[in-house]
């Protein structure tokens, strides 16, 4: 869209349906205020740079305000505050108010909130907003050539290969969520991805500002939308669901903080995760000066693709954009990645040598009905999933991305990657990337193996 607005020729190729993918799971909260990550980016790059993660993300903020008022789109925008709370620790929270304070941000501490819990204190920013994704894409994109059903399976120079054409452009950009190159670049060792959940409660008491957990991965992220409250959380590394539940433990949660609530939907995320906090905008490698990469907004996609679209828009059109730098995806910040990289290359590893059943036994009959895991048969693993009423699914459970051993999710029914995130259904239909096609499947390994 803002490249169109420059005068630029563009097309976009969508692999399903626009908006689809991960877009119409977010909660869609448009806001600079990232959980606690001012305080940690000041010490892991400087004052300087962070002002420059503060203020890319401040300007997106003030982009949507702009682009809704000025074309006048009904998407549900409402002007917010974002607060970031805690149950335990004030100190923190005050470090985080501190920080931004200083990188120009309107922020302040809160200690009472809307929440049906106690909290120790809350980090509020003021002038944030939140509304309706799929609504404001939709017309944005009513003036665009966009190709959907097309997915984008190559990219040599300057061209795209897709199954039924070619696309020759001066400049691509891989708006992917996870970027499908793996060479040059290599974000298969820079990303990580991580699922959450969300429930729509209605009969639950409405709330003026968008709340998140300091402590994101056992707190709880809530925004109102309409009559309903959008009450998340339960996040886990993708792959890593061996148990399931989450939903359940959720909904259990939100009926002891809103007892006349009724869950009447639920549904899931994926995020892409960088190792230091911050998206890769930018050159796609040192080696493409042609091609163009955003991803890795870790969970923060509607600022952060805002912000994407106004770096790459200026980049293409050589405009200078002060912010630029820090999202470079050629920087590498060894103090703030590190520790996540040696953990996401262990888990890499035993992805790709995993030899342990996740079931007891090896047979098919030991899996209970609804349920998923591996098992080996005749010496070769297989996924299995045996439907409620007995009927099994068999896939080749190693993911056709590097190789990794899938492994089951219970409460999605699932083939999740836990070395990179590709998911696929219990037929073996790909779900998310990076991976590029499903899994092999075939009805007779079921009447075989059982």
């Excluded at 305080?39 to 809704?68: H, P, S, W």
Aim: aromatic share 10%; charged share 20%; with cysteine.
């Amino acid at each position: 869209y803002l490249l169109s607005a420059h005068g630029a020729d563009v097309v976009v190729l969508e692999a399903e349906r626009t908006a689809a993918g991960i877009t119409k799971n977010t909660t869609a909260k448009i806001t600079s205020q990232h959980s606690l990550i001012y305080d940690e980016l000041i010490k892991a790059f400087g004052g300087e740079k962070t002002a420059m993660y503060a203020a890319a993300n401040e300007q997106a903020v003030c982009q949507y305000r702009k682009m809704v008022r000025e074309n006048k789109i009904d998407c549900d925008f409402e002007d917010t505050s974002a607060f970031v709370y805690t149950k335990d620790d004030p100190d923190k929270i005050e470090r985080e108010v501190r920080a931004a304070q200083s990188l120009g941000i309107e922020a302040c501490v809160a200690s009472d909130t809307e929440l049906p819990f106690p909290v120790a204190a809350a980090a509020q920013f003021n002038n944030q907003a939140q509304f309706n994704p799929l609504k404001f894409i939709k017309e944005i994109s009513k003036n665009l050539t966009i190709y959907e059903q097309t997915m984008a399976k190559q990219i040599e120079d300057r061209t795209v290969f897709t199954d039924h054409a070619k696309v020759h452009a001066d400049k691509i950009i891989v708006a992917t969520h996870y970027p499908f190159i793996n060479a040059p670049g290599y974000y298969f060792l820079r990303l990580y991805q991580q699922r959450s959940y969300v429930l729509a409660l209605k009969n639950a008491a409405k709330l003026s500002g968008m709340y998140i957990d300091a402590d994101t991965d056992s707190g709880y992220s809530l925004r109102s939308y309409g009559d309903y409250l959008l009450f998340g959380g339960e996040g886990h590394k993708t792959g890593k669901n061996h148990g399931g539940g989450h939903y359940e433990r959720l909904a259990n949660a939100a009926k002891a903080y809103y007892p006349q609530a009724e869950v009447c939907y639920k549904w899931s995320a994926q995020d892409c995760m960088s190792l230091d906090a911050v998206p890769y905008i930018g050159q796609y490698s040192t080696s493409t000066p042609d091609l163009l990469v955003a991803t890795g907004f870790n969970k923060w996609g509607m600022t952060g693709s805002m912000a994407a679209a106004m770096i790459l828009t200026d980049s293409i059109t050589g405009t200078y954009n002060p912010n630029q730098e820090i999202f470079s995806p050629q920087r590498f910040q060894i103090t703030a990645s590190v520790k996540t990289l040696a953990q996401n290359t262990l888990e890499a590893a035993k992805g790709l040598s995993r030899t342990a059943l996740h079931i007891p036994g090896t047979a098919a009959a030991d899996i209970p009905a609804g349920h998923g895991g591996i098992v080996t048969f005749e010496g070769h693993k297989f996924g299995v999933y045996k439907s409620e009423n007995g009927e099994l699914f068999v896939v080749d459970p190693k993911c056709t991305h590097l190789g990794c051993e899938l492994a089951w999710n219970p409460d999605e029914l699932s083939w999740d990657c836990p070395c990179h995130g590709s998911r696929f259904d219990y037929k073996g239909n790909l779900i998310d990337n990076p991976a590029m096609k499903g899994l092999s499947y075939n009805e007779e390994y079921g009447k075989t193996i059982l």
